[in-house]
């Protein structure tokens, strides 16, 4: 079982970056998929959060207009789609995905905004 994140790094404010993490070893397509956060010194927080068909997704207040959720079930593939960064975005941008009692998390992706 594998969820692997990718897509993190630098950027200005108001700049762009897609998240992606890629999903191996188990039926991706039966599973939701949620993208947390963590910053420095802060507890892991959710950001956004998806069904298993992606008929459904709700995102966190702070960043609602701003980022995106999707998923392509036959690529086994979720993504983060993140416009008009701001600094306090600057985070590890965590994968999960929950089915029942299974729960997968990769390993982050560092994303820094900053001029």
């Known amino acids: 079982v594998r969820l692997v994140e990718s897509g993190g790094g630098l950027v200005q404010p108001g700049g762009s970056l897609r998240l992606s993490c890629a999903a191996s070893?188990?039926?991706?397509?039966?599973?939701?998929v949620s993208w947390y956060r963590q910053a420095p010194g802060k507890d892991r927080e959710l950001v956004a959060t998806?069904?298993?068909?992606?008929?459904?997704?709700n995102l966190v207040d702070s960043v609602k207009g701003r980022f995106t959720i999707s998923r392509a079930n036959a690529k086994n593939t979720a993504f983060l789609q993140m416009d008009s960064l701001k600094p306090e975005d600057t985070a590890v941008y965590y994968c999960n995905a929950n089915f029942g009692w299974s729960n997968y998390w990769g390993q982050g992706t560092q994303v820094t905004v900053s001029s």
């Open positions: 070893g188990f039926t991706f397509s039966r599973y939701g």
């Open positions: 998806i069904n298993s068909s992606g008929s459904y997704t």
